[in-house]
């Protein structure tokens, strides 16, 4: 029997991707901002809110596949997930380790450009990149971009190193959005928060 895109991360794919997430790391530790990937204790929480059969998904920053194949393995279909990675390495093994997701090799600034579907059908933005070590103008355009997609009542995931939230308070009501720590863990490499974002009109009637 063949195995299942969502675990077939294991072996030697595994092996390659993560020889060139620490590469990616080293070539450009902004970009990466880790040294290791992310521990699946972080990708539960990351995908927590993720509904199967609920709506599309993107992931930014797909990185060694951690958070695609937690999605997989949630229950979402592999044609409903959409993964953006800018680095051209770690998108080829993403494609290899998950023929059958759509790999997106492109900035996340530019997100709605490369898509599959139209603004609304999104439930949910997996983010894995590292927003904190951008400039203001850079999160502003992947925030923008994420909930041009995203349906009315959809959320942004991020995780962060950090102790606050990797977006500020100003940038937040410049967007009309809302934010909440929504969990945290000490088994990753930083330890890590994680947060959601969502419409204040959304937020408000919760």
């Not at 992931?59 to 979402?76: D, H, N, R, W, Y």
């Not at 680095?87 to 494609?95: F, G, I, P, V, W």
């Not at 720590?181 to 890590?192: E, K, M, V």
Request: one cysteine or more.
């Amino acid at each position: 029997m063949a195995s299942s895109p969502a675990l077939s991360t294991a072996g030697r794919p595994l092996i390659a991707g993560y020889v060139e997430f620490v590469s990616a790391w080293i070539r450009n530790p902004l970009q990466t901002a880790s040294v290791l990937p992310s521990s699946r204790y972080l990708a539960e929480l990351m995908i927590a809110g993720v509904e199967p059969g609920k709506g599309r998904v993107i992931e930014l920053g797909g990185g060694t596949g951690v958070f695609t194949s937690a999605i997989l393995k949630l229950g979402v279909a592999s044609s409903e997930l959409e993964v953006v990675e800018i680095n051209e390495d770690l998108a080829h093994q993403l494609r290899l380790t998950f023929p059958e997701v759509s790999i997106i090799e492109a900035d996340a600034g530019m997100l709605s450009r490369h898509v599959a579907a139209a603004p609304g059908d999104y439930q949910a933005v997996v983010s894995g990149l590292p927003l904190l070590a951008m400039r203001r103008a850079q999160q502003r355009g992947i925030l923008a971009e994420a909930f041009s997609l995203l349906a009315d009542d959809g959320a942004m995931y991020q995780f962060t190193y950090s102790t606050k939230c990797p977006v500020n308070a100003g940038l937040l009501d410049e967007l009309g959005l809302a934010s909440e720590q929504t969990g945290f863990t000490w088994r990753n490499f930083p330890p890590a928060r994680v947060f959601r974002f969502t419409r204040r009109t959304v937020a408000a009637r919760v």
